[in-house]
């Protein structure tokens, strides 16, 4: 026993190691495998997770459409070690964008992840790569002939091998190329792909990711001057010549960092027409040629923001913009119920401005009163669909308002499992209240930028929907669990009844039983010597006799207990046990008896088993002691609920009504005790009967814990019958 | 039916598995969050160096984790936040607002995590696991004053980037003017701008200004980002040299525009060892000890003149995160 237990413990804990083993490892790989191609040109995006940025679909690429520090997508499997990473990029704006490898502890900020990166920078026009734990350490960069433009598409390729990450650039409009490498021991040595950019917008195409030998390391390392180690002076003194170096002197590194600043100061603007608010659109004449600036809140459609609100603005011409950039608008006015103003001109004026959006709750945003500004709502989701055009459309309601959330196409194909039907949900976008056909019942709508802006707060509530269903099995498994429990022990309560029974009954025949079979063999030997002789007193012989008599009646008194007692009585005729128990009562005296059995025979329980004999017995002692009944009849009638067992004589009868002895009333107590009715029924010279109607008793059943707790609970206001 | 063998079989493998599960939950050292209002620049690259030298001393793990903007405060909340859900033993924050952090941090402390408010005070309630590094306002005045009337002399100056919701603004903007009343009363204060809540246009108005206002001889920008827009101002304006720019705090680009002239001087926090305080009042304070609650740090002003000197440059060490 102690062995199988050994065994069984040992097995559970290699169990749960095994299953501790294989989730780890399940949940810290992906499907994903080497080769890796996304070549974007399908709308799924399973396989990509975002950390930030505006992304989407288009022509056949990824696009960030946002000025965001640091926006992440990541691919891939943590797994991968030794790979290379190929993508076309183009950069729409100014700033830095790149490809990501060995990335692991990925979160949404500016360096918030672990891993190499190499990109683009405008500023240093160069070919940047380096390493990154929450902080950013990177090799000299490489210059680019000819610097890094926005809109210029350029081919970026990273080999990671051991400790060593090599990356290339190439300008595919000019053909001219760079490469760099750094080699850094210690290293991360695996992890997941992505793409990456800082401050600015960008395109990725052709995104593919191969396994990397050290050939393909070599090949590339053959370009680079020197494998060199990221570092990072730290005095400051260091860093500034450092820099000077790779700029050559410090009016360059002047410019170079001045000049994006005066990036929005290049144009004359002495003919400019006026500038107007956003807001003061609404009272300029129609045909007025205005200016206004803004912040890009959203791209698709695109809308502006300034500090007295927001405009859906449709330039004339195609312009590149990202969420976050600020623009000049010159166009004219048009008729004042016009809700998209036509701009002729859309200049970016400053990137780098990302708005933050407002709190605001579902009736100020229906009020109109926040018309295209950026802002932030809370509602509970009601349904859910996805358009035709592959936008999400969330219906979000809360107690004052319905409302409208739509969520564009991109990385946001499938709707992200999290949003279940009554989610309370934080959404972020631009607020709009446009005509009634288009609300669709709702009272505004809420054009978000990505799925990023959809925060899931909590979880339906707990009694919804198929939450509830489950809910209500789980109770029933444990309200079924907890009866089977209940019937279980009862079982085994009744089985440790039944032993001790069984355990008394022994002790009984062998201790009390014994000792009165002992008392009587030597009384009556003492009566037989006694008498054959003469001096005896008679008193003394009838004394003598009284305690033969008595010793007998209490043996066979002990014996029928006995019986009773033990398990295997259970078993017996109940007639038959009763016609063994009459003989032994009669003693050697002569009386007919006779039995009678209708219906099928039944088992009784223990209990009522018990106190029927019990009851019987005293009726049977009543007619051999008063009634001079010439024969006795027992008859027993099963039904189905009840059995009726009558004791019937022919002898003298009694005044029921008159008898008031403890006989009969215990008679009484002990049928009452088992919920079973006694009658007797007796006249004068026409005998008695005794009729016993009784339910057979029961098994414990799953209906009996309902009446064990109630009786646990008012004791005496229940009755069991077992 | 269950024996004393089977039950301590049962009761060692529990224990067994309980040990395995605490084992890989924490680290052994205790983990200090350190939230800067804007992440990776020169002045939170020198605060590095003094947590770090400080940390390795007094056995305890700092670890960063910057909000993406100096303006988003809800960003700095939710780090917060994420230092207390993940059992931080110590936090040390610079908060961008007067009251936004508040909750979060009033939930700490009555946790008694010990948290340290760098740099300026904010409207919590005292409590005896808070504590303040702060920097001496009047100081940055006093400095900034004696550098115009050393310099300038006389004439207007632009006070640039005032924010009157950011902890500090304000306090720096009136201790420039007080100290230019008492030292350098012939230098007047032409106009005090608002820090631009969307950047951009600034460099422009202020270009404008410069271009228009012949008296304005200097510029004094409350912060490093305003400094840039001065700088950038100054030099799209051609005054580089006419028009000098004083900045408070320093940034990498600004001390490369120190080094090329652009930028006249920067009031340097001494963040080494204003961090080296920090982690010293959390590890005390962790080990029952209970620290000054508030210590100022006098900041000294950096110019072309002596940001090479060794002084000035222990002060401006500057550290990054090793990989591992």
Redesign the interface.
């Known amino acids: 026993m102690v062995k199988r237990l050994w065994l069984a413990g040992l097995l559970s804990l290699l169990a749960v190691f095994a299953v501790v083993a294989a989730s780890r490892f399940w949940f810290s790989r992906s499907n994903a495998r080497l080769p890796f191609r996304d070549h974007f040109a399908s709308q799924d995006a399973d396989g990509w997770q975002a950390f930030g940025g505006t992304w989407s679909f288009r022509e056949h690429g990824v696009i960030n459409r946002s000025d965001e520090r640091g926006a992440k997508l990541v691919a891939g499997n943590e797994q991968w070690r030794d790979y290379q990473i190929h993508a076309d990029v183009q950069m729409l704006g100014w700033g830095d964008i790149g490809l990501l490898a060995r990335v692991s502890n990925t979160s949404v900020g500016i360096n918030s992840y672990r891993g190499y990166y190499a990109g683009i920078q405008s500023r240093d026009g160069a070919l940047i790569l380096g390493t990154a734990n929450d902080d950013w350490i990177a090799v000299e960069p490489a210059a680019v002939e000819g610097g890094i433009h926005s809109g210029v598409w350029y081919h970026l390729d990273i080999v990671a091998v051991g400790c060593t990450i090599a990356a290339h650039l190439q300008n595919l409009q000019r053909g001219t190329e760079v490469w760099s490498a750094l080699h850094q021991e210690p290293c991360w040595e695996n992890g997941r792909v992505g793409i990456r950019s800082l401050d600015t917008g960008a395109i990725w195409k052709n995104f593919a990711v191969d396994a990397a030998t050290q050939s393909d390391l070599q090949s590339m390392l053959r370009h680079v001057k020197q494998v060199q180690a990221p570092t990072y002076p730290s005095r400051e003194q260091d860093f500034a010549r450092m820099v000077e170096s790779y700029y050559g002197d410090s009016a360059t590194v002047e410019r170079s960092i001045l000049r994006r600043q005066v990036l929005a100061l290049r144009e004359d603007q002495s003919n400019a027409p006026p500038l107007r608010s956003i807001q003061s659109l609404k009272i300029e004449p129609e045909g007025e040629e205005v200016r206004m600036r803004g912040v890009v809140t959203l791209y698709e459609p695109l809308y502006i923001l300034d500090a007295t609100g927001g405009l859906s603005i449709q330039p004339r011409k195609a312009v590149s913009l990202n969420v976050g950039d600020q623009v000049e608008v010159t166009g004219f006015v048009q008729k004042h119920d016009e809700a998209t103003f036509h701009a002729d001109q859309v200049r970016v004026l400053w990137d780098r401005t990302p708005m933050q959006p407002i709190s605001i709750t579902s009736t100020q945003a229906a009020s109109g009163a926040f018309e295209g500004s950026l802002v932030e709502v809370r509602g509970n989701l009601s349904s859910r669909s996805v358009s035709e055009d592959g936008n999400y459309i969330l219906d979000l309601q809360d107690s004052s308002q319905d409302f409208r959330v739509i969520v564009p196409q991109g990385l946001n194909t499938r709707l992200p499992g999290e949003w279940k039907i009554g989610s309370l949900l934080k959404v972020r976008g631009v607020c709009t209240n446009p005509q009634e056909n288009q609300l669709k019942g709702s009272s505004f709508l809420i054009h978000s930028r990505s799925a990023v802006d959809i925060e899931l707060l909590s979880g339906p509530p707990w009694n919804s929907g198929p939450r509830l269903y489950f809910l209500i099995v789980i109770g029933l498994l444990m309200v079924v669990t907890a009866i089977v429990v209940y019937l279980k022990a009862e079982r085994w309560r009744v089985q440790v009844v039944s032993q001790e029974r069984e355990r008394l009954a022994v002790e009984m025949h062998d201790t009390l039983a014994q000792s009165f079979a002992g008392v009587s063999f030597h009384l009556q030997s003492m009566r037989k010597s006694m008498q054959g002789q003469a001096n005896i007193p008679e008193k003394l012989m009838e004394k003598l006799d009284a305690a033969c008599s008595m010793t007998a009646e209490t043996h066979n008194e002990a014996s029928d207990r006995i019986v009773s007692l033990h398990p295997a009585h259970g078993t017996e005729d109940l007639l038959a046990q009763l016609r063994r128990s009459t003989v032994s009562m009669l003693n050697g005296s002569h009386l007919p008896i006779r039995t009678s059995t209708v219906g099928t025979n039944r088992k009784f329980s223990i209990a009522v088993r018990h106190e029927l004999m019990a009851i019987a017995r005293e009726g049977i002692a009543n007619v051999l002691r008063h009634s001079n009944a010439s024969e006795i009849r027992f008859s027993l009638r099963y039904e189905e609920k009840i059995a009726t067992l009558t004791i019937r004589d022919n002898g003298d009868g009694f005044d029921v009504d008159k008898q008031t002895g403890f006989g009969i009333q215990g008679m009484r107590q002990r049928a009452e005790s088992i919920g079973a009715r006694l009658e007797i029924s007796s006249s004068h010279h026409e005998g008695t009967a005794v009729s016993i109607q009784t339910p057979y008793g029961r098994r414990v059943s799953i209906f009996d814990w309902p009446r064990s707790l109630r009786s646990r609970l008012f004791p005496g206001r229940s009755k069991q019958v077992l | 039916m269950w024996?004393l063998?089977?039950r301590c079989?049962?009761c060692?493998?529990f224990i067994?598995?309980f040990a395995l599960l605490s084992c890989t939950s924490r680290d052994t050292l205790h983990r200090i969050a350190v939230i800067p209002r804007l992440?990776?620049d020169?002045q939170w690259l020198s605060l590095h160096?003094g947590v770090e030298e400080e940390a390795e001393r007094r056995q305890l793990q700092p670890?960063?984790?910057?909000?993406?903007?100096s303006?988003?405060v809800?960003e700095q909340v939710e780090l917060v936040r994420e230092a207390l859900d993940s059992r931080a033993d110590g936090i040390l924050v610079m908060p961008g607002s007067y009251l936004g952090e508040n909750r979060v941090m009033n939930q700490a402390l009555a946790k008694g995590i010990p948290v340290v408010v760098l740099s300026e005070k904010i409207a919590l309630p005292a409590n005896p696991h808070l504590y303040y590094v702060l920097e001496d306002s009047h100081v940055t005045g006093e400095l900034i004053a004696e550098r115009l009337r050393a310099t300038v002399g006389k004439g207007d100056i632009l006070l640039l980037g005032l924010e009157p919701d950011v902890p500090g603004s304000l306090d720096r903007s009136n201790a420039v003017e007080s100290s230019l009343r008492a030292v350098a009363p012939n230098i007047h204060v032409m106009a005090k701008l608002l820090r631009a809540?969307?950047?951009?246009?600034q460099?422009?108005t202020v270009?404008k200004m410069i271009v228009e206002n012949p008296r304005l001889k200097a510029i004094v920008a409350l912060d490093a980002g305003e400094g840039?827009?001065a700088?950038?101002a100054v030099?799209?304006a051609g005054a580089k040299g006419h028009v000098r720019v004083i900045v408070c705090d320093q940034s990498?680009?600004l001390?490369?525009?120190l080094?090329?002239g652009?930028v006249d001087s920067i009031v340097v926090q001494q963040n080494r060892r204003m961090g080296a305080k920090a982690i010293d009042d959390i590890a005390d304070d962790r080990a029952g000890r209970h620290p000054v609650q508030e210590v100022t740090f006098d900041p000294v002003l950096v110019t072309a003149e002596n940001?090479?000197s060794e002084p000035v440059?222990r002060m401006?060490?500057?550290?990054?995160?090793?990989?591992?």
């Open positions: 024996h063998p089977a079989t049962a060692a493998i067994g598995l992440s990776a020169a160096v670890y960063w984790r910057g909000p993406s903007g303006q988003t809800q809540p969307r950047g951009g246009s460099d422009d270009r840039m827009t700088a950038a030099s799209a990498i680009d001390l490369l525009l080094h090329s652009v940001i090479d440059q401006l060490l500057m550290h990054r995160s090793p990989p591992w």
